[in-house]
């Protein structure tokens, strides 16, 4: 099954661009999809639930989304925050090169997909939303959320969405640890912020200065 490779730097399935119609940001879009990516067809549940729950994002600065797949949560930031800077990476190359493409299908210019190392080490983010991959297995989404949450700029706040049969509890309790422990000077805060039959949305913020 393509989803099964959803994170292949280079998915093994042909690309085959095909026309994708959802709301996002309160309006009918017409995007680009393709096989080989996360949830290709329409908007994952859990990422509807973040997009639909998460308070606004931050109106500038910086916003991430970690993981972008086609896009979904990365345009919704740079459609609700016109003045901020989007940062969408991913592993899977066809999946930025979707996202580029619809944010210039959106007009949207205030969005940059890369890969993850190919964003500037020293910038810091206001706003982070993600429906991270749990599937790439524990230790890899570990060391990926300990690379980019401990880079909420102060004041800042993260949004995980995660299913709860795919360990959420066990991952609040895991990042609460590790991020007190790795990072203390941030004094990062890790909370359940809301919880739906099958999702919670995880919250990390980092105090103001
Ligand atoms: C659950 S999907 C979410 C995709 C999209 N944000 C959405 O809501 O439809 C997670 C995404 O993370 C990507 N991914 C896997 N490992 C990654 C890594 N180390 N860094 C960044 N993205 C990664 C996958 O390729 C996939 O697109």
């Known amino acids: 099954m393509a989803s099964e490779h959803y994170f292949s730097s280079q998915p093994s399935v042909p690309e085959k661009r095909r026309p994708l ?5 309160g309006a009918p879009r017409n995007l680009q999809t393709s096989g ?17 729950e998460a308070p606004p994002p931050s109106p500038q600065g910086n916003l991430l989304d970690i993981g972008c797949g086609w896009g979904p949560i990365a345009l919704a930031l740079a ?6 800077r989007v940062y ?19 007009g949207l210019d205030n969005v940059t997909a890369s890969l993850p190392d190919d964003v500037d080490d020293a910038l810091e ?12 297995g524990k230790d890899e989404l570990h060391s990926l959320l300990l690379k980019w949450l401990p880079r ?3 004041g800042g706040t993260a949004y995980l969405v995660v299913q709860k049969n795919l360990g ?3 991952l609040q309790r895991w990042l609460d640890i590790e991020l007190a422990a790795q990072f203390p000077a941030l004094r990062l805060k890790v909370s359940r912020d809301s919880t739906n039959k099958a999702f919670r949305i995880l919250k990390v913020a980092r105090p103001a200065l």
């Open 21 to 25: 119609q959802v709301v996002l940001a």
């Open 36 to 52: 080989g990516i996360f949830s290709p067809d329409n908007i994952d549940k859990g990422t509807a639930i973040l997009l639909g």
């Open 79 to 84: 459609l609700r925050a016109p003045h901020a």
């Open 88 to 106: 969408a990476v991913d592993v899977n190359e066809r999946a930025i090169a979707l996202t580029k493409d619809n944010a210039a299908a959106l």
């Open 125 to 136: 983010f206001n706003t982070i939303w993600s429906n991270p991959p749990i599937r790439v």
């Open 152 to 154: 909420l700029a102060p």
């Open 168 to 170: 959420s509890d066990s």
